[in-house]
């Protein structure tokens, strides 16, 4: 009895004075070919634990609770999985489509929204118990259905999302969630195919691939309508095959610029963010895929698509060149910036590794194992409008 | 013996079942009478604790941990008191002057940098253990000592801070913290009462007391020294008593926009960040204290000095307008935003209470008890450069 209740003291105490895990830190690294996540602690580059079995990742996206405590991770099959970031385990994993591309959650961290190519719509959860609260088609022409894309969430209870197939930008707001209103914009252009939203929440920004251009919404203007910009850059330029679709969400605004991936070229479009005007065309190492400022918007880090993607280069945002040419490794898919900004995690899948860099004297400070790492996602992103 | 058993178990089923506390949505209220403070949690307005005996914070702000467990209180006493918001406890506190104003954490999360009056000057403590690392008086005219004030922390490791006396703004480089480069700019303008860092880390603003206009530091620039703006704004008003001295630092900065709290008069002023030009006085109830942006730059709160203290207003950046005006109660101190900004938290020190408001409807949420609230800090500030 004596050993018993010694034991069971023990197990008490483990318990009572095992540290507690606080969330501003952690993080997110997809494994891809595995469908498995790490959870890592980014102040000491420290893994933590590993969760299995979240389906096909080979386009995964993230985003985090309000509190920071649950992970929620967009699988391309249609799965959403909850994961619980201080007790190591899925919380709750539901199938909700059969082919999807992104997701965001509300303002208020009460709904999640999952961006679908099949069938196409938008379907909207409960981030508590991710039970079904809406289910919005994206119907154009008559009962066609559109992959959607480019979907954020956005000041006063709103979410935007993008119609690939129908060129329509929705307004969505979800202050009554049960029963959405959809403000719907057309012609926007041909096939948006990716947005950003500024970080202050106002423009939402959305690339196009069967045109040239962008397309603009001021989402405090509203009834303005949609803007095309850029639409006459690059009309006599060679046409490329695209290796990789760039991808557009990330922090690529700086204090007076937003910096865009080409596409099928190998530049970084530089736009003047008050007057909405191409400055320059940035000759980079091939064609971009992520164009991501650093929190303090002084430097702006490209990755590459296939055959260049063992490349990261940084532009100085002073004098708009690229400034410093890193070779982390083959396949450099994602990074992410700590969130004041003195770090970066880069994930370098034919190596099996995700690299950590000083931001400002791009030495090397951690090499940590993962396997075939594809995105990084921290958990500060639960106070970010857009991502 | 089975029933120690029983009791024991219960009390290990208790450690191990209790619900793990996330730290993305915690925050802090200062009750300045009592010297004590509450650690709240603001997904669902929620009471969770109360620290006691933090001396004098009758002048206090806070910082939080890089991984948002631990929040840093500066006392106008010269204390500094270290609150671990996981177990509910303070894990350190020294007496490290003998008056002091605030501080602020490096942007590794490593030091703690106090500004203090008495002795006049700067001291950094590693933000782990409180263990002195590095003492920097602010000396200047051969020997005297500034008072301190308006110290931020800034990208590339670095703290800015301005000297009250001495008119002077110093950055101080930390990045080996035991011997800090200090880069003086001296003559900057008579008595820098206040400053702000812009969200993006870029310009040091510091408000003048004794002359009008401001002082400003590019950091990207640094070389180019400090800049005067505003020079001729108001020099031929009245002089009216100053009630109260008001605050700088806070998200006074919106896209195009810089919100700065006149002296002595009941007006806001606008500044064009692009040009810093003067755009805009907008007369508002009294004296303004704290004027704040919301997360999406869209309004404005504005709250005052006696005897205007019961009102808030909110601007409407659209148009540079007052575009309401609440009355929470009694003597309005201090209002924080939720990360993202769909509420905001006001301590009204003379009701004893915190009244919680939807920024958008302007409904009133909710209304917590606490003794003579003043300031209001949420953990989300861990990740942002400036505050």
């Known amino acids: 009895m004596q050993k018993r209740l010694g034991v069971l003291g023990l197990l008490c105490a483990f318990n009572t004075l095992?540290?507690?895990?606080?969330?501003?830190?952690?993080?997110?690294?997809?494994?891809?070919?595995?469908?498995?996540?790490?959870?890592?602690?980014?102040?000491?580059?420290k893994y933590l634990s590993?969760?299995?079995?979240?389906?096909?990742?080979s386009h995964a996206s993230v985003v985090f609770s309000r509190d920071q405590r649950y992970a929620y991770v967009f699988g391309r099959d249609g799965g959403l999985t909850k994961i619980d970031l201080l007790n190591d385990e899925i919380d709750k994993r539901i199938i909700q489509a059969g082919n999807s591309i992104g997701?965001?959650?509300?303002?208020?961290?009460?709904?999640?929204?999952?961006?679908?190519?099949?069938?196409?719509?938008?379907?909207?959860?409960?981030?508590?118990?991710?039970?079904?609260?809406?289910?919005?088609?994206?119907?154009?022409?008559?009962g066609k259905l559109s992959k959607t894309v480019g979907l954020v969430d956005a000041p006063n209870h709103h979410f935007v999302v993008s119609l690939f197939d129908a060129g329509e930008i929705w307004l969505i707001n979800v202050k009554n969630p049960q029963q959405p209103v959809v403000t719907k914009f057309k012609q926007v252009g041909k096939q948006p195919y990716d947005a950003l939203l500024t970080p202050d929440g106002r423009y939402y920004v959305a690339g196009l691939f069967a045109e040239k251009g962008l397309a603009r919404l001021d989402l405090w203007y509203p009834e303005k309508g949609v803007q095309r910009m850029l639409a006459d850059y690059g009309k006599n330029d060679a046409k490329l095959p695209v290796y990789k679709m760039?991808?557009?969400?990330?922090?690529?605004?700086?204090?007076?610029?937003v910096f865009i991936p080409a596409i099928g070229?190998?530049?970084?479009?530089?736009?003047?963010?008050?007057?909405?005007?191409?400055?320059?065309?940035?000759?980079?190492?091939?064609?971009?895929?992520f164009v991501m400022a650093q929190p303090d918007g002084r430097q702006v880090w490209v990755n590459f698509a296939?055959?260049?993607?063992?490349?990261?280069?940084?532009?100085?945002?002073?004098?708009l060149m690229v400034k410093k040419n890193l070779k982390p490794g083959n396949a450099v898919l994602h990074l992410?910036?700590?969130?004041?900004?003195?770090?970066?995690?880069?994930?370098?899948?034919?190596?099996?590794?995700?690299?950590?860099?000083?931001?400002?004297?791009?030495?090397?400070?951690?090499?940590?194992?993962?396997?075939?790492?594809?995105?990084?996602?921290?958990?500060?992103?639960?106070?970010?409008?857009?991502?």
């Open 246 to 257: 760039p991808h557009l969400e990330g922090w690529t605004v700086t204090d007076d610029f």
């Open 103 to 142: 997701g965001a959650i509300s303002q208020d961290g009460k709904l999640i929204a999952v961006s679908n190519y099949t069938p196409g719509g938008i379907k909207i959860f409960s981030s508590d118990n991710l039970e079904l609260i809406a289910d919005i088609p994206a119907e154009y022409d008559h």
């Open 265 to 289: 070229q190998a530049e970084v479009l530089v736009i003047d963010k008050h007057h909405w005007q191409l400055v320059k065309r940035i000759p980079v190492a091939g064609q971009p895929v």
């Open 306 to 319: 296939f055959p260049d993607n063992q490349h990261l280069q940084i532009i100085d945002v002073k004098n």
């Open 18 to 45: 095992a540290d507690p895990r606080a969330t501003g830190d952690l993080g997110i690294i997809i494994e891809r070919a595995q469908g498995s996540v790490q959870i890592i602690e980014h102040s000491h580059q």
């Open 336 to 387: 992410e910036f700590t969130p004041r900004g003195e770090q970066v995690w880069v994930a370098v899948r034919d190596d099996d590794q995700v690299v950590v860099y000083d931001t400002e004297s791009f030495a090397e400070i951690a090499r940590l194992p993962a396997d075939k790492p594809s995105g990084i996602f921290f958990s500060h992103r639960a106070h970010k409008m857009g991502l």
């Open 50 to 57: 590993k969760i299995n079995e979240l389906g096909d990742l």
